[in-house]
């Protein structure tokens, strides 16, 4: 999508990332929820970050998902600097498979709140179903599709397993 006033933004770290967070984008993008995906690295372009970060309320944006890898400092430097909600998403590492990233999002200090999800695609894209769900509260339309995926999920789960070939 992207519009000029998306209701979510998605920011990454690196290029990289994005393999992992256009699981987010795509589960916004099925529930008809605006964004905009950028790449913000917290020690690349800490300008960029700042600037981002401040301006981000009054661009519009409702909800921050922010994914990172490694010493993942971005969600939590982010949440530092804007009081919109901001949903961490801890990107698998190479070195770490992720277990950095994830316990450098989860812990942080008490005063600035980071929502942390999972490592990886399951993160991304509950992230953005938490997004929905956040959104959803003041969107009847909203709740109404994110309750028609959750019903579309449950309906493909079979009730007996069968033998793959
Ligand atoms: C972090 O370092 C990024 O979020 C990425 O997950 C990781 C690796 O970045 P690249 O070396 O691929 O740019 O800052």
Redesign the pocket.
Known sequence: MGTERADVAII??????WATMHHAADTLEALGISYESRIV?A?RTPERLYDFARNAKAEGFKIIIA????A?H?PGMTAALTALPVFGVP?E?KALSGQDSLLSIVQMPAGIPVGTLAIGKSGAVNAALLAAAVLALGDEDLAERLDAWRAEQTAKVAEHPKDEQ
């Open positions: 990454m770290g690196s290029q990289s990332d690295s020690h994914g990172a890898g490694g993942a971005l990107v590492s």
